[in-house]
């Protein structure tokens, strides 16, 4: 990620993030009140607050924080691009490896309890 040191937060993203925050808690606060004392339709409200969140996010994206965030996002698309995934016939002879092996220790385990239960009872005598 490219942020620069001398950019490292603020005023500037101080007010930004203060902004986000009074946005988020009006939306709540008006989607309370409407509900509660208007009758405003269901798909009014959910794009009413839709619009309040993609403005607090666009504010917040100005943020360095925000930048960090989004470069972090396209990094990673990139990198899940350059994943080379399984076929359908390994991720099924991968997960019945899986299978067998855990059998094989529950199996393993299984015997191994029982035998610390019998000589626990051996020595104890109940």
Known sequence: M???S???GGSKDTLLWGLVFIILVAVV???WWVGKY???NAALRVLGILVAIVGAGLLAIQTVKGKATVAFALESRLEVRK???PTRQEAIQTTLIVLAVTAVMGLLLFLLDGALVWLVNLITGV
């Open 6 to 8: 001398e950019s490292q």
């Open 38 to 40: 208007l009758d405003v």
């Open 29 to 31: 606060a008006v989607n």
């Open 83 to 85: 994943v080379v995934w």
């Open 2 to 4: 490219s942020v620069s």
